[in-house]
Each structure stands twice: as structure tokens, then as C-alpha cells.
């Protein structure tokens, strides 16, 4: 029957948008996970690895809400460690410095959505590119 | 009966993705989901194939819309298309917006008595939804299957969390979703006649994208996981180098167990109307039959007998008899 090429086609098409995924990273190289940028002063993040690793969002948000709306500027850690809530002050200044090699690195790795936080705060790094 | 058995099915294999993903990580991570999406492929290729070699010899013209024929008496063209790009048309309405179940109604038996028919938009709309919202999760989860990220699917997933409410931003689609899921379930619980021709197959369906879609949820938002550990999976497999990193929350063995179970299924179960709709004779056939003369092709050849070779036969009788012949 005259359809039946039609047919064929059609499954074709089909065959090759659900194989996308598999010719696309065989044209493009697969990009493997990247390597981070670990501080030198330090081993021992907030929370432990696994946890900033799944929910730093978290924390930075209950971060946020605790120095915005309730004042607490000072954050207390299981094990009895103290760090002054800022993003800027503490996390960026402290430890992680560039956020292009920090931050960036797993979200444009995983596609996670730009994070608002740098509506407000400022990456320090391009701060000094800017001013240079 | 039906509803529960299916709800128990979900949760065992829900109950077995969870211990067999923190047990066997490389099982359910990566053997199990090369597995699936393998009889996926080779049996939507042969349900397919099979239905292609049906023999369709006539058009079928039970359509809801009047047939074309003299200039002047109206037709329907969408409904009862006699041109190829009609039925194009007529296709596209019915794969992209779901057309035949806009008609969808209600029988009621009304004082008097008499037979009532309402209509019943919501199946329609709650179809709509899910199909389309489905649509979209699938191709904003390709953030996982490729690297580079294209950037069509960080707009995608940018408009989906539009509002920017909660961390992480919540999708739009996940509720919607869960809605249409949700209502499509009830619908079949809540009215009895529905109930009544309700399958084992159509609630095994609905359980397991419920499960899906709550396991992914539950996975975004309640119970985080490292979400690059998750990319470096489904990257491991996409490149034929599987590899199972530490560190995986249980709930997206789950998440993956779920959808290779639907994946699976799909060539055998009533999910294959993703490829059937294109394939309805009842859709996909133009009305043409009074324009066109439509000869079965593989008619068995006939031995007719024709009044010219009759004739010849008895020539010198009919000649005999003096009647009229007509090649003198």
C-alpha cells in the first residue's frame, strides 16, 4: 500500500527523536563531571559534603530567612562550630572565592536554573573584573 | 478490585526500587534501564510494524460530520475531510488537541424516563493537561541526557518556574500534573459506570505515572539529592559508559524503577495509542469514496465471462435464430 512508506517514515523520526540523546552526546564529547575548586584553608564545609551537596539551597535559604526576618546572625553548626550568616562574607570571602569556578561548575553541569541569589548579592570576582 | 490491585502492584515495585536501588545500585541504575528502554524500542517497532502490514482496503466513512458532495448542500471539512490536507488537518486536531474526546458525554436517566446526554469537558481538559505537561517534563529532563545543556531547555525550564516560589523554584507543570493525574484517577473511581468498564490496565497506568510523577517531586523538593550525581548516571548511560555514582538517594531508584516498568510496558499495554492515534482509519482516511473508485488490491483476479466472448461462443446459433447481433 502506498501509506505503508509513510508509515515507515514516520517511525523513522520517531526512532530518532527518542535516540537524540545518544547521538547528541556522541556528536558533542560527553562532558564529564567537573572538577572542583576546593579551598586550601579548609576541609570542613558548614555541613558535611553530602548534605551541601544535595541541599546547600536549602540551608541558604533558611540562611536568608533567618538574618532577614528574625535577626539571627549566627548560625551553629551540629558538631558546635559558629559561622556568621552571609553569603558574601562567609561563604564567598572565606572559602569559595570565584563563583565562575565554584557555583557555575555543577549548575551549568546539571542545567539547574541560574539560582537568584545574584540578583542581590554581588560575585565578588566580578566586582574586581569590573572595576579593573 | 482492580483499582487496588494495581495501587498494591505500584507500591511493591515502588518498595523494590527503593531497597533494590541502596542493594543493587548497578542492577536497578543501569542494567534494569538499558533493559527497559531496549524492549521499548524493539516492541513499538514491532506493534508498529505489525499494524502498518493491516491491510486497510477501504476508507471508513462512520464520521460525525456530512460528507462532501453536490456544491450545494454544506460539508464538513474537518470532521469528514475529502482532500489530503483535510485530513492532515483533521489528524493534527486530533493528535495535538485531543478532538474526539471534546465530545466526550454522560448518559443519564432522567424523570420521566428519559435518556439525558450532558456534556463532559473535564476528561478532555484533564487529558489535554497531562499529555502536554507531560510533554514538557520530559523534554525539560533532558538537562540530564545532555552536555552541553541546550539552551531551548533552560527556557523551558525557566518558563516552568515562571512565579519563582520556593527553593527550588517549583514547575508549574509538577502541579498540574499531579491535578490531571489525580483527576483522571478519580474520574474512574467516583462514577460507577466508569468504574464498571474500568481494567486492571487502566489503573496499572495511572498508578504508575502517579508514582512517577510523585517520586520525582518528592525527589525535587522534600528529599534532595545530589543532582550531579544524578546527571553523571544518566550521562553514563547515554554514552554507553554506565557507571553508578556514590551517594544516590534510594527514592530515585524509585523515580528510575517507575519509569522503566512504564517504559517496558508501554509496546504491550494500552499506552501504544502514543502510536495508534496516528494509525486509526477512522482519523487518518480521507472520505473520498464517492469521488474515487477504491479497488480492494488484492482482489483474487475473476473469470468473468463477457457478453463479447458469449456472443462469439454462440454465434452461429444466435445468427440461426435471426436475432440481432452486435458485431455483425
Redesign the interface.
Known amino acids: 500500500m502506498r501509506d505503508r512508506s509513510l508509515i515507515y517514515l514516520g517511525l523513522l523520526v520517531f526512532l530518532a527523536v527518542v535516540t537524540f540523546p545518544f547521538t547528541y552526546n556522541l556528536a558533542a564529547g560527553s562532558g564529564s563531571m567537573p572538577d572542583l575548586e576546593y579551598p586550601e584553608n579548609e576541609t570542613q564545609c558548614v555541613e558535611s559534603k553530602e548534605f551541601m551537596r544535595s541541599s546547600h539551597m536549602q540551608l541558604l535559604i533558611d540562611w536568608r530567612e533567618a538574618m532577614v526576618r528574625e535577626n539571627v546572625r549566627t548560625y551553629t553548626t551540629g558538631d558546635d562550630r559558629n559561622f556568621n550568616i552571609s553569603l558574601t562574607n562567609t561563604c564567598l570571602a572565606q572559602c569559595h572565592t570565584s563563583k565562575a569556578d565554584f557555583c557555575d561548575q555543577c549548575h551549568s553541569y546539571a542545567g539547574v536554573q541560574e539560582p537568584y541569589c545574584w540578583d542581590c548579592h554581588i560575585d565578588p570576582e566580578q566586582l574586581e573584573r569590573s572595576a579593573r | 478490585m482492580a483499582a487496588f490491585y494495581s495501587l498494591i502492584l505500584v507500591l511493591l515495585l515502588s518498595i523494590a526500587g527503593y531497597f533494590g536501588g541502596s542493594a543493587a545500585g548497578t542492577f536497578f541504575g543501569i542494567i534494569i534501564p538499558y533493559a527497559a528502554i531496549a524492549v521499548f524500542?524493539v516492541g513499538?517497532?514491532y506493534r508498529?510494524?505489525l499494524?502498518?502490514?493491516t491491510?486497510?482496503p477501504f476508507r471508513i466513512t462512520a464520521t460525525c460530520g456530512q460528507q462532501k458532495s453536490l456544491p450545494w448542500i454544506q460539508s464538513n471539512r474537518l470532521d469528514n475531510p475529502a482532500s489530503g490536507t483535510a485530513t492532515v488537518i483533521r489528524m493534527a486536531l486530533e493528535v495535538l488537541l485531543f478532538r474526539s474526546l471534546f465530545r466526550n458525554t454522560k448518559a443519564e436517566i432522567k424523570d420521566g424516563p428519559r435518556l439525558v446526554f450532558s456534556e463532559r469537558k473535564f476528561l478532555w481538559l484533564a487529558a489535554l493537561a497531562f499529555h502536554w505537561t507531560f510533554l514538557f517534563i520530559l523534554f525539560r529532563h533532558?538537562?540530564?541526557?545532555?552536555?552541553?545543556?541546550p539552551g531551548c531547555?533552560?527556557i523551558a525550564?525557566?518558563l516552568d518556574?515562571f512565579f519563582?516560589i520556593g527553593?527550588?523554584?517549583l514547575y508549574m507543570t509538577d502541579l498540574i500534573i499531579l491535578a490531571a493525574l489525580a483527576f483522571l484517577l478519580i474520574r474512574r473511581l467516583a462514577d460507577v459506570q466508569i468504574r464498571y468498564i474500568s481494567l486492571f490496565a487502566d489503573y496499572f497506568a495511572l498508578f504508575l505515572l502517579l508514582g512517577l510523577a510523585l517520586s520525582g517531586v518528592v525527589l525535587r523538593y522534600f528529599i534532595?539529592?545530589?543532582?550531579?550525581?544524578?546527571?553523571?548516571l544518566a550521562?553514563g548511560l547515554?554514552?554507553?559508559?554506565p557507571a553508578v555514582?556514590a551517594?544516590i538517594?534510594p527514592i530515585f531508584f524509585i523515580h528510575i524503577f517507575l519509569l522503566s516498568i512504564l517504559v517496558a510496558y508501554f509496546p504491550f499495554s494500552k499506552l501504544m495509542h502514543m502510536?495508534g492515534v496516528?494509525?486509526s482509519p477512522t482519523r487518518n482516511l480521507a472520505n473520498n469514496n464517492r469521488t474515487k473508485r477504491h479497488i480492494n488490491?488484492w482482489n483474487h483476479p475473476v473469470k468473468v465471462h463477457t457478453y463479447e466472448e458469449w456472443e462469439e461462443e454462440f454465434r452461429d446459433k444466435i445468427k440461426a435464430a435471426g436475432l440481432p447481433l452486435e458485431k455483425v
Not at chain 2, 142 to 149: C, D, K, Q, S, W
Not at chain 2, 224 to 232: F, M, Y
Not at chain 2, 238 to 241: A, D, E, G, K, R
Open positions: 524500542l513499538l517497532v508498529i510494524l499494524w502498518a502490514n491491510p486497510v533532558l538537562r540530564f541526557f545532555l552536555e552541553p545543556v531547555v533552560l525550564q525557566e518556574g519563582q527553593t527550588p523554584i534532595k539529592t545530589d543532582i550531579s550525581g544524578i546527571k553523571e550521562m547515554v554514552t554507553f559508559s555514582p551517594g538517594h502510536g496516528f494509525l488490491p
